[in-house]
């Protein structure tokens, strides 16, 4: 079984352009996080999808960020307009979900962005 | 709110000797907690988590972790740290859907 894949693994991009980044859950996985590492720095929550309810978006930094996932599977998330504050190691996450209670995530390995 | 807290940001230790990575957490309710590592240019990997019964929890390679609620603490550790144990590790909480992370600790064990 694939584990959860993210793609690009790199991207250099301008500041000013926007940029998607994309995540595969493992399959069956019903919840998908997206957090950002910055150099030096823990986790930051950005938004969480759970089966077709509503997403939990309370930790995306500003309306530059967006996300969306398709068909409860791939989940993109999208930088309009970067900053070079938003250079960061963007990771995905997705996690079964059984009886009402979570497991651990089972992270990807992470999309590198450099906004110059 | 809910918080961890991991209260170093790096830990050394000699390869062969015990070592403890400290974990304190604030949420409401009753949490689900886990322990993570990261490797150089890696993804997390899980390495253990505590959702209830005994609470000392065994995790891969040789890490354990012990649920203090009264001092709400998920110290881990392990009897003999190896030379490829360094990494950052990360405690995290589970409550109310969402994942909190503490900040890292970074993990250094020298021959």
């Known amino acids: 079984g694939a584990g959860v894949s993210q793609s690009p693994s790199n991207k250099v991009t301008e500041k000013g352009k926007d940029v998607e980044l994309r995540c595969d859950p493992i399959s069956g996985h019903t919840a998908l996080y997206w957090y950002r590492q910055s150099l030096g720095q823990g986790l930051e929550f950005l938004i969480y999808f759970q089966g077709n309810s509503a997403p939990d978006k309370s930790g995306l930094p500003s309306d530059r960020f967006s996300a969306e996932r398709t068909g409860g599977s791939v989940s993109t998330l999208t930088i309009q307009r970067t900053q070079q504050e938003d250079s960061a190691v963007y990771l995905c996450?997705?996690?079964?979900?059984?009886?009402?209670?979570?497991?651990?995530?089972?992270f990807g390995p992470g999309t590198r962005l450099t906004v110059t | 709110a809910q918080s961890v807290a991991q209260p170093e940001d790096q830990v050394n230790v000699a390869e062969g000797n015990p070592l403890t990575v400290k974990c304190t957490y604030s949420?409401?309710?009753?949490?689900?907690l886990f322990w993570y590592v990261q490797y150089p240019n890696r993804g997390l990997q899980f390495l253990l988590k505590y959702i209830t019964g005994d609470n000392l929890v065994k995790g891969s390679y040789g890490f354990e972790a012990e649920f203090n609620k009264s001092q709400t603490s998920f110290h881990l550790k392990k009897p003999s740290a190896l030379v490829s144990d360094s990494a950052l590790y990360f405690c995290a909480v589970h409550n109310f859907n969402k994942f909190y992370f503490g900040s890292g600790t970074k993990l250094n064990v020298k021959p």
């Open positions: 996450a997705s996690s079964a979900l059984s009886g009402g209670a979570f497991y651990e995530q089972y």
């Open positions: 949420v409401s309710g009753n949490p689900y």
